[in-house]
């Protein structure tokens, strides 16, 4: 089977809310897996010397009003959140420490804390709403906070935004097909077709 | 007839020349025609605060490997100048001069400056090109020197990219369809399902 799929976002990223709804699904229709790596774009922001999108004058309003017609033209219900753009330290941890500990959890995890936020428009920072989830799926709530904390786990998590970085992730959602990069939700038509017919 | 699309770009914009080889034939699949509105998009930069796309670290980089991606997607010649990123300012001063001066002549203009650009990696300023091409296109070249200095012409150009700004072009190419703005060439499949279903 051909190499997964590197899919790179924040979960304070709507289009990388947007990619998460669509991408195993494209994959898939090409016999690919998709290898979800959650990451802090703040950390990229600073590297790269951009800012979040919504506070540069005329951008900010256009990305506004992109974001809502792409999520209305794939049906994925959406909303710009009360509280944006909001820091996603704790879901970037507890996705890690999931796939180790639950590795079938990780993804339906990362969905549940996308869809708290930009669907249903509820907080995902600090821990609390971060362990509920973990809790809902199952996982114990002493070892979710604990885990929240533990070294090892931070240590995974910045191995991860490093090892992004030095592939060139600049953006949410960033994803590799077999070493090719593709930034952005709009991308997903493109990749298709990069998967159709083996690049160009 | 409905209204036709109106297509902002500047000059120095690789997107906006990938875009200018597609979207007269988008447009006429669905009987309409295109607007195209040539400005500066180093005013609007100032006005954001973002820079030349290519000066980015890790942004630059992908960017340069994501325009010559998207112009062999669409078969379209294609190369980074030498001389990029440009001034833009004499081609759109002779743009907006032929436009009252010989209508007819506009379009194929501001195609043969594109891809003695783009597509032949020849620069397009100062004046002397671009006297050259309207030359070439048929257009006396004392006049077409004398336009390139004319108050009226230079506040012609001032007005166009003044209304671009104000109706909130910051980038380039930038398109309204009756009014929905889309901003790169990577929104021509997006405009032409717009097109099609009258928008979502």
Same mark, same amino acid.
Do not use: H
């Given at each position: 089977m051909a190499e997964p799929i590197d899919f790179y976002f924040d979960f304070s990223s709507p289009y990388g809310y947007i990619a998460s709804e669509r991408i195993d699904e494209v994959a898939a229709r090409h016999g690919r897996e998709v290898r979800w790596r959650p990451f802090l774009l703040g950390a990229v922001f600073k590297l790269v010397g951009t800012a979040p999108?919504?506070?540069? *004058?005329l951008k900010g309003d256009y990305a506004r009003r992109d974001m809502q017609r792409a999520a209305r033209q794939f049906g994925v219900p959406f909303c710009i959140p009360?509280?944006?753009?909001?820091?996603s330290l704790a879901a970037c941890r507890a996705y890690y420490w999931l796939e180790d500990a639950a590795p079938a959890l990780a993804k339906p995890f990362a969905h549940a804390v996308y869809r708290r936020y930009?669907?249903?428009?509820? *907080?995902?920072?600090?821990?609390a709403p971060i362990v509920a989830i973990l809790d809902s799926l199952g996982m114990d709530k002493v070892a979710a906070e604990a885990a929240l904390q533990d070294p090892a786990v931070k240590a995974k998590l910045k191995a991860e935004v490093d090892a992004g970085i030095a592939r060139g992730?600049?953006?949410?959602?960033f994803i590799f097909v077999d070493g090719e990069p593709f930034w952005g939700s709009d991308r997903l038509d493109q990749i298709e077709r990069w998967l159709e017919t083996g690049g160009w």
């Open positions: 999108l919504l506070e540069y *004058p009360d509280g944006f753009p909001t820091s930009f669907a249903d428009n509820q *907080p995902i920072e600090p821990a992730v600049f953006g949410s959602p």
